[in-house]
């Protein structure tokens, strides 16, 4: 069993993300907020496989939670996903070397295509 949290507080996004993962196989998590996110970290065993995070409006935040999720499981996976070019998220301090500091972790640029997602997770954690 693959497990994904998904850090969105988007509603209507978050749906279309869990549905087309759980189709796939995957367990999906949902977490708003930090705080959400780090009880389902000490809740589910076996560990959560990957954590997406979508950064729009709130960069910052997404780098805490993945860095905090990370460090107490190193095994964990990160995927951001963000509208803001990279420009931008530069502008925003989003830095190499903060970028470097989780152990697996990929980008992606919206917009993009629902299979890019769905490549993506497989290719970081694998099938279901």
Do not use: N
Request: proline content about 7%; charged content about 20%.
């Amino acid at each position: 069993m693959k497990i994904i949290i998904l850090f969105e507080d988007e509603q209507a996004i978050s749906h279309v993300f869990r549905v087309s993962f759980e189709r796939m196989g995957y367990t999906v998590v949902q977490a708003a907020t930090r705080k959400q996110a780090t009880k389902i970290t000490e809740q589910y065993q076996p560990p959560i496989d990957l954590l997406i995070a979508d950064m729009i409006g709130r960069v910052s935040t997404c780098i805490r939670v993945a860095g905090a999720l990370t460090s107490t499981h190193p095994q964990m996976a990160v995927l951001f996903i963000s509208g803001l070019p990279p420009a931008e998220l530069a502008h925003r301090r989003l830095t190499d070397s903060e970028i470097l500091s989780f152990p697996r972790i990929e980008f992606l640029q919206k917009p993009f295509l629902p299979w890019l997602l769905q490549e993506h997770v497989r290719e970081l954690i694998g099938l279901p």
